[in-house]
């Protein structure tokens, strides 16, 4: 079975399966809209988890990440003062798992 909606969509950008530790793909705001800190910055949030810190997690730029294996999936930092994280809308593109 080829599941349609994984043609096309390098691997690294599908959330996968599990709680998307392994997720690389480039989705920088979170569920409610807002921009994503940047993993090297420490405004408006200094982080826990830093790229110097984790370097095999894949903190670049400000993308959405799994670095400690949240079970709510991948997260970060907001640029909102008021919103310390938030959890990212990644799009699970592989909607029957296993399928792609």
């Given at each position: 079975?080829?599941?349609?909606?994984?043609?096309?969509?390098?691997?690294?950008?599908?959330?996968?399966?599990?709680?998307?530790t392994?997720?690389?793909?480039?989705?920088?705001?979170?569920?409610?809209?807002?921009?994503?800190?940047?993993?090297?910055?420490?405004?408006?949030?200094?982080?826990?988890?830093?790229?110097?810190?984790?370097?095999?997690?894949?903190?670049?730029?400000?993308?959405?990440?799994?670095?400690?294996a949240?079970?709510?999936?991948?997260?970060?930092?907001?640029?909102?003062?008021?919103?310390?994280?938030?959890?990212?809308?990644i799009?699970?593109?592989?909607?029957?798992?296993?399928?792609?």
């Amino acid at each position: 079975m080829i599941c349609i909606l994984c043609l096309g969509i390098p691997l690294e950008q599908r959330l996968g399966e599990g709680i998307g530790t392994d997720y690389r793909g480039t989705e920088a705001k979170t569920q409610r809209g807002i921009p994503c800190q940047k993993w090297a910055e420490k405004i408006p949030h200094k982080p826990n988890y830093t790229p110097e810190k984790h370097p095999n997690a894949g903190l670049e730029e400000n993308y959405c990440r799994n670095p400690d294996a949240d079970e709510n999936g991948p997260w970060c930092y907001t640029t909102d003062p008021a919103m310390r994280f938030d959890y990212c809308a990644i799009p699970d593109l592989i909607a029957a798992r296993g399928c792609c």
